[in-house]
């Protein structure tokens, strides 16, 4: 079990681009689509109980994802200002070993068609784990 400090200091960052010209609503839809891509990406089907199609989700996390989802849900928002920056951003956070989701929207409503890199959620992890990747990011 972590400590109260421990748990203080865990945080998801959220990474979005601004080059795009994305709309408001689109920019915090991309950003959200990020923060909860990692949880989707966790939970397991393990069983269909009824004929009404019902079916039991299980989850896995880690310690620091646990006391983060119980805890205080810190997300901090930077921007990147290129696809090119954010694929670093991502790359680099892959290296450190941190869990990253990389969004791609699929063009419907922007981008006209086109398949967009346009959100990262790195974490939730410790602070000092994520800022030497994030740290030196413009808030959003």
């Known amino acids: 079990m972590l400590s109260p400090e421990q748990e203080a200091s865990i945080k998801q960052v959220i990474v979005i681009r601004s080059d795009l010209g994305m709309r408001r609503g689109k ?6 689509h990020a923060s909860i891509a990692w949880l989707t990406g966790r939970l397991v089907t393990f069983s269909v109980p009824d004929k009404q199609g019902t079916v039991g989700v299980k989850g896995y996390l880690s310690d620091v994802e646990h006391a ?45 068609g086109v398949e967009t890199a346009t959100a990262a959620a790195i974490g939730p992890d410790f602070d000092e784990r994520i800022d030497p990747v994030t740290g030196e990011l413009e808030l959003y």
């Not at 920019?27 to 959200?32: F, P, S």
């Not at 200002?81 to 922007?110: F, N």
């Open 27 to 32: 920019c915090i839809a991309q950003g959200a």
């Open 68 to 112: 983060w989802v119980r805890g205080n849900f810190r997300k901090i928002c930077v921007r990147v200002r290129s696809e090119q920056e954010l694929l670093d951003i991502v790359k680099a956070a892959e290296d450190a070993g941190l869990t990253v989701e990389l969004i791609k929207d699929s063009g419907l409503t922007e981008f006209h």
